[in-house]
């Protein structure tokens, strides 16, 4: 795409779908209400799929809605002119989506009862996921090749900048109680599981056969057949469809079909020197 990213508070967003303006609406005067449930992620951690459970969650396992509204207005991007637009169709309680880094969030937020959902993956997954997901979608630079994009995700020099300021920023929440963690991989082993401790955090009883149902549709493959959720209905202005699909693979673990022993030394370099102090231990570290 020709076009130069702006920053607001130095994040880089596209024009657009972004607007100084709206940005600094969303972070001082965006109403959050305290039945609200955002799922917040780095891009390409696993956004949509948790979409989709929240979705079946709160419609009692019943598939209908995933089947019949489309997936972005269902949880609309509260950061976006469109998801600003759709969020007045919404009935409370309200599944919103956010790729906002911390200190750009809103506000009302951090006085709210309000719930966060912060979804996580291998950023060597996000960083490969994200080089096809660029060439197709109109937010995005089209990458010049896998070394230079792979230095521009590495150095934050994308679309909300880096991930490593993203997680490194989202983890000063990681012991409150309205904050909650789950990771891409994790949702790869233990779907089920996954979905029961989603339950558990947002206050939601279901039996065995409606987590069952739940499990059935959240599945990839489930949702890569459903044009709801598929991506295959979004307009040309916004992805292209020449250039690939959606849904691409939905795995964990590509990276290694992609880097060279070289590029995923460098990875680990950065990856260590950025996140030495953090004190956690991921899921996917040492896999």
């Given at each position: 795409m020709s076009f130069?990213?702006?920053l607001y508070k130095g994040v880089k967003f596209s024009p657009g779908s972004y607007s100084q303006e709206l940005l600094q609406y969303v972070e001082n005067e965006f109403q959050v209400l305290d039945d609200d449930v955002y799922i917040v992620t780095y891009p390409k951690s696993g956004t949509h799929w948790l979409i989709e459970i929240l979705s079946l969650i709160n419609?009692?396992?019943d598939p209908t809605w995933c089947n019949s509204v489309l997936i972005w207005l269902r949880s609309p991007w509260i950061e976006t002119k469109e998801g600003?637009?759709?969020l007045k169709d919404l009935s409370s309680p309200r599944v919103l989506t956010s790729h906002l880094p911390f200190h750009i969030f809103p506000k009302a937020f951090f006085t709210s009862k309000a719930k966060i959902i912060y979804v996580m993956?291998?950023?060597?997954d996000i960083f490969v996921s994200l080089f096809y997901f660029a060439k197709i979608i109109c937010h995005y630079k089209d990458p010049e090749s896998f070394e230079q994009y792979l230095e521009d995700f590495l150095q934050g020099n994308i679309l909300y900048n880096s991930w490593f300021e993203h997680v490194r920023g989202w983890m000063q929440?990681?012991?409150?109680?309205n904050f909650f963690?789950?990771?891409y991989e994790?949702?790869?082993q233990d779907l089920r599981g996954c979905i029961l401790r989603i339950c558990k955090f947002l206050g939601k009883e279901l039996g065995d056969s409606k987590i069952d149902t739940i499990v059935k549709h959240s599945s990839f493959e489930a949702m890569k057949e459903n044009k709801m959720s598929n991506y295959s209905l979004g307009t040309e202005e916004y992805i292209d469809h020449t250039?690939?699909?959606f849904m691409r693979k939905g795995t964990a673990g590509d990276w290694k079909n992609h880097f060279t022993v070289a590029q995923s030394e460098h990875f680990d370099r950065v990856y260590q020197e950025k996140m030495k102090d953090l004190n956690m231990k991921f899921f996917w570290e040492g896999k």
């Open positions: 130069d990213y702006f419609r009692d396992a600003q637009l759709q993956r291998n950023p060597k929440m990681k012991d409150n109680s963690i789950i990771t994790e949702l790869h250039k690939g699909t």
